[in-house]
């Protein structure tokens, strides 16, 4: 059945390391998102691509990365640049309801980083 | 400076009663108002809507009011039971956006009681 896949569910680096973060759909979206959620905060805008090999920054774009290579695919890259990478990321894809757009959520990455 | 408020960290409220979250924004032009509901370590889901045009939603148990002249929305849910204990998000979006970009609230956990 159709859905948004993040891989894996728990994943723990060391400082100074590069870390992707995977995110598949095959909602067939077109649009598709990567948040971070810390404790107390809601969910912040990392990077969002509208159509393949597109992508813009969101509020919190600074020491991440993406690709869009595939429509199904959306990878988050968290370099050694990103100053508090230790967080819980979620990706997300919409599609367009009627007059306005909806977003559906994947499970989520509890990135850890020592 | 948060653009989406929930001034409420927690909610307790007991089963088959009234739960009541609120959230405040400060964009006047938002116009369209989303609900989701987070359980632990999984995506948020999609709860319930409102765009600007309405004063009122309503889907089961699940009502969201929206004050557009105070800038603040609320959801209530009548009754409560203890699977909706969870945190929600209130999310807006921004004008002319029709959902694409979401500002989230940080979100309020609600807890049921038995």
């Known amino acids: 059945d159709g859905g948004i896949t993040q891989s894996p569910k728990y994943l723990f680096r060391k400082e100074g390391q590069n870390v992707t973060l995977s995110c598949e759909q095959n909602?067939?979206?077109?649009?598709m998102y990567w948040y971070r959620q810390d404790p107390g905060q809601g969910l912040r805008l990392i990077y969002y691509?509208?159509?393949?090999?597109?992508?813009q920054k969101g509020d919190i774009a600074e020491g991440y990365s993406v690709s869009r290579e595939k429509k199904e695919s959306f990878p988050l890259t968290v370099t050694s640049a990103q100053k508090n990478p230790t967080a819980f990321y979620l990706c997300?894809?919409?599609?367009?309801?009627?007059?306005?757009?909806?977003?559906?959520f994947g499970p989520g990455t509890r990135l850890t980083v020592t | 400076d948060q653009q989406v408020k929930q001034n409420s960290p927690s909610l307790s409220v007991q089963e088959g009663r009234i739960s009541i979250l609120n959230c405040d924004y400060t964009?006047?032009?938002?116009?369209?108002f989303l609900w989701y509901k987070k359980y632990p370590a999984e995506g948020p889901t999609f709860l319930i809507s409102?765009?600007?045009?309405?004063d009122k939603n309503e889907d089961g148990r699940f009502t969201v009011f929206l004050n557009k002249s105070a800038k603040h929305l609320s959801l209530h849910i009548v009754p409560s039971q203890p699977g909706d204990s969870a945190v929600y998000f209130c999310?807006?979006?921004?004008?002319?956006?029709?959902?694409?970009?979401?500002?989230f609230g940080p979100g309020t956990r609600l807890s049921v009681l038995p």
């Open positions: 409102i765009s600007s045009i309405k």
């Open positions: 691509s509208q159509i393949v090999n597109d992508f």
């Open positions: 909602l067939n979206h077109d649009a």
């Open positions: 964009n006047s032009m938002f116009d369209y």
């Open positions: 999310a807006a979006s921004p004008p002319d956006n029709y959902g694409q970009n979401f500002v």
């Open positions: 997300a894809s919409s599609i367009q309801s009627g007059r306005y757009y909806e977003q559906y």
